[in-house]
């Protein structure tokens, strides 16, 4: 089902990896180096294959948190519960073995059939859910546990009960937890990188992404239901705001690009899993050696490094 | 593709409804000139509805007089995404700072605070909704750190409609920029009293306003990560009378009290003393 | 409307302060001395003597913790709400100036009228009220504030509500986040000192009561319909399981007793804040020249050898 | 004085009705011999029910084969109040020792879990209800010690109707005694595995227990802080089916899994290899 336009991606990736940005999912921590080779990079995204990632990264068929965390982790033990209200089933988290060493993960969670989506609220966690991911969090520091996120959400969840129960303050919180944290924290958005509830987990020292993977301040109907006043006007917006991983590496906002196999990850979800598992641990093996209160220091200083402005 | 639940999250809420006057209470209909409500602080003298309070206001209602020293005024937005969509993102801007006479929708500086020194950051409505781009939280990053050298309490006013969407995966970043700036400051020992004014939503309540040590709302202001129109048209859920308003996030327990705007400069200043070193 | 058996009260309270025990609310932290203190006193308190206690401290006159906020706590500032879920009304928290310095004051508030006992749970904390408690400990270790508790509860709240938002856990995580603080915390006990309600705050450098306050593991009433079947022997199960100040001073439990005006505080509130306000003084001055970490560690070792065992 | 809502919170929490004989499976009659349970692992055979288990077989089911050494198994109660309710507590404590063959309602000791070396500390229910009185309190905090010296994990096994009421105020102090002792384990980098058996219930629930860095609980357990008996009694509302199980506190966020007695050892086993900071 290689489409052209995937051919042309496919391509167009195979330049960039001999640029050694992507090679075996290479990953640079520095952020010059990494834009020189942008400015080597002729061609920008089309609008089409902006589009063509936000399609692949909401196929029905594209790998989940679980899918990765089975085939990458061995002596998986999930863990539930906010220790307080809930177990949100929309964000997973549990410890496993990687690379030799014990890891904790915390992974937004998509469900596959009807009664599972509902189960899961299609990716979007409640405050309970983030509270749930800070608790793993805090299991992580004391134990001295790198910290795996994947994020996969469409959005916080615009519901009644998550504005009550204080969706805001939980989101926020989450982030300045993350940026106290004193083990290496890697993170990567391995569908929909969907706006607050994407950020709630993502203050990692690596953030990497899929190739066909999103990052959105808003979903494209938002913003094209803000902006044009339509939402049918999707496509237009995400060739405007460009959510796509060789945007988000240009502007600094990502470390790294982890290829995806021909077709996108869905296809090979063997394949994809394994891309992960090696810019993973390329990422862990950069950070193990950083001193923690180093990496508080360095993590904090890169985000407040980030934006555009004279 | 199957049909998915629509997640247009950040939504700029405004704040009265479209089509009237401006100096219009929009909750008892009475009708004021602008000295009038300047005199009130922009409290309807009759029913006490608070308006939307303009930056500038807002700080001489805080600080002393003459105290107010404005740090990093110079900061301009650029335009990384080169953004389009029925006009270009430069040229909102061009419109903005001409409508309302500031370079972008947060003013930070130097004050005194009923005696007492403090770190302002005080968000403009006016400004784009209030949107928080790559410059707003650039600000806010800077008042965090002249805070912490001086070592003096940062205090925050917001009114924002979340994200600054011309600028992207960007404006995304600026939730946790702030954050971090935030815990630089905490690191140092000082805090962040956060001002939550109508409206406060989206990604500045999902940073750095949620971050308080104290926070304090105005009366009637709308808190809330998604607004009101958005859940509603998302989930179909009945709302409730007062979802999302401040009142409804003091009684959840997200936030430490309500302080009418008259009142609110004593009850900052207060904390101020309670909050300071050198026990005085 | 002083007794007979409250002047036999106040004369064998006058001999304790005579041994400088209670003198102008001397508080002693030298358990060893306080012990031999104890055993030049003769007359241990009857059982008349503890149940005149168990009346006293749920006197409906008695001051609450606002009562003495407002008389001792300059500059007073509520706080409210648990970033969470909810403002639990039977738990205040805030900040106030005392001695020339700020302190974080928490504290279990009863209701007066029938209004406020409903709206205040008869002061009975639900698992978001020990969470607004912990939001006020951290916010006094992050500004190195101490810290006042100030004890009042019947006991944690038997509601289904209460168990499933995690009444257990929450109780748990007080204690052991107090454990935790590295400022002075100074604790009293103001009238009922109600089982595990009562030591989620309570995990104190000193832990004073109030002369008429008691401290116990159980109501004397729930003691006794489970020992002896039958509720209305209260009187003698308080008589058994002794939750005076005397007896608690004499088992190491608590630190110093506050004295109370003549018939109970409630007779005098003014004054009764006087002396309170005399021992916290005290209590927060000794604490105030030992070293953060040193405090930690000493509350630790202090709590972890109470106990009788052989 | 005014009427008062009855706050009798502590409560022992009777496992099976009374009367009954203890082998008859409380869920679907079943009747077996001692051994037939002891092979079970004291599961019903015929339905799965969960039988409270005795400390002794809970360490052989958890512990590898001559591996486990006690320790601290001479301390013994005192009675500082001289306590009497309808008999002596000294003659309570007496009957209890006869009855369970153990000095107090807890054991702990050195064990090795499948190849992984640990501190074990297991209640007994059969001892007093398990309930936590001064030399429960002393025993779990050696234990913490032994784990901390040893650098090794700690494994509680809890079961318990709530705190000592023969001792007073002092059986409360075991609480802050016990949470304690865990920050110290804690501040070592050791965890803690706690698994919450039938009954987990008032002062052990509010305390150690609940501190574990992953808590299991057994199906069907009562893990709650007030028993399901007072809690209607004093509110009268109507409870839940599951008030208060295991499967509502898995439900509602306490506890991170809940595990089958069979599949127990295996479980905690691979907790402690993730746990070991050798990696290996
Ligand atoms: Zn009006
Ligand atoms: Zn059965």
């Given at each position: 089902m290689a489409t052209d336009h995937e051919l042309r991606l496919r391509e167009r990736l195979a330049r960039l990896r001999n640029l050694n940005?992507?090679?075996?999912a290479r990953v640079s921590g520095e952020l010059e180096k990494l834009q020189r080779q942008l400015e080597?990079?002729?061609?920008?995204?089309?609008d089409e294959e902006i589009w063509r990632s936000v399609e692949l990264a909401r196929h029905q068929d594209r790998p989940y948190t679980l899918d990765y965390v089975n085939r990458l982790f061995d002596d998986w033990v999930e863990l539930h519960g906010d220790r307080g209200r809930a177990d949100d089933h929309a964000l997973v988290i549990g410890l496993g073995r990687f690379n030799g060493r014990t890891v904790a993960v915390v992974g937004n969670q998509k469900g596959r059939d009807i009664k599972e989506r509902t189960d899961r609220n299609f990716g979007m966690a409640y405050p309970e859910g983030y509270r749930k991911a800070m608790r793993l969090m805090e299991l992580a520091d004391l134990h001295k546990f790198p910290l795996v996120s994947l994020i996969d959400i469409p959005g916080a969840y615009p519901g009644v009960a998550a504005e009550q129960h204080g969706q805001g303050g939980q989101i926020a919180r989450s982030q300045a937890l993350m940026s106290r944290l004193q083990v290496p924290i890697v993170c990567c958005v391995i569908g929909e990188g969907g706006s607050g509830g994407a950020i709630a987990t993502a203050v990692a020292d690596r953030v990497l992404m899929q190739e066909h993977a999103i990052y959105t301040v808003i979903s494209p109907e938002g913003c094209a239901a803000i902006l044009?006043?339509?939402?049918?006007?999707a496509k237009k917006a995400a060739a405007a705001f460009k959510p796509d991983a060789l945007h988000c590496l240009e502007l600094g906002v990502i470390d790294g690009i982890v290829p995806e196999p021909e077709g996108g990850a869905h296809t090979n979800p063997d394949e994809a899993a394994r891309l992960l598992g090696e810019s993973l641990r390329e990422s862990l093996e950069e950070l193990e050696s950083i001193a923690p209160e180093d990496l508080k220091r360095r993590r904090r200083a890169k985000f407040r490094s980030l934006g555009v402005y004279a | 593709m199957t049909s998915r639940i629509d997640v247009?999250?950040?939504?700029?809420?405004?704040p009265e409804p479209p089509?009237?006057?401006?100096?219009?209470?929009?909750?008892?209909s009475s009708h004021y000139r602008d000295d009038e409500l300047e005199a009130a602080l922009?409290?309807?003298?009759?029913?006490?509805h608070h308006f939307t309070m303009r930056a500038r206001a807002r700080i001489a209602s805080l600080?002393?007089?003459?105290?107010f020293v404005e740090e990093a005024a110079d900061l301009r937005s650029e335009d990384p995404l080169d953004f389009f969509d029925l006009r270009p993102y430069t040229e909102r801007l061009a419109e903005a700072e001409m409508k309302t006479?500031?370079?972008?929708a947060m003013l930070i500086g130097q004050g005194i605070i009923d005696g007492n020194p403090a770190e302002l950051a005080v968000m403009d409505f006016a400004f784009m909704g209030g949107s928080m781009g790559s410059v707003v939280g650039e600000k806010f990053s800077r008042a965090c750190d002249s805070a912490a050298q001086r070592g003096v309490p940062l205090v925050s006013v917001t009114a924002s409609g979340g994200?600054?969407?011309?600028?992207?995966i960007l404006s995304l970043m600026q939730l946790p920029k702030t954050v971090c700036a935030v815990e630089d400051l905490h690191d140092t020992g000082q805090p962040m009293i956060s001002v939550m004014s109508?409206?406060?939503?989206?990604g500045v309540l999902a940073s750095f306003?949620?971050?308080?040590?104290v926070i304090v709302a105005e009366p009637g202001a709308l808190l809330a990560f998604t607004g009101p129109r958005v859940v509603q048209q998302t989930t179909r859920e009945k709302l409730?009378?007062?979802?999302?308003?401040a009142e409804q996030n003091l009684r959840f327990g997200h936030i430490d009290a309500i302080v009418p705007r008259p009142e609110l400069k004593a009850y900052v200043a207060q904390l101020l003393r309670l909050f300071s070193r050198s026990g005085d």
């Open positions: 940005l992507l090679g075996g080597r990079i002729q061609a920008a995204p089309t044009w006043r339509d939402a049918a006007q | 247009s999250i950040e939504h700029r809420n405004v089509g009237k006057h401006p100096n219009t209470c929009p909750s008892c922009w409290v309807c003298p009759h029913c006490g600080a002393d007089e003459g105290t006479g500031l370079g972008e994200a600054r969407m011309q600028e992207g109508h409206p406060t939503t989206a306003a949620s971050l308080g040590d409730p009378d007062d979802f999302g308003l």
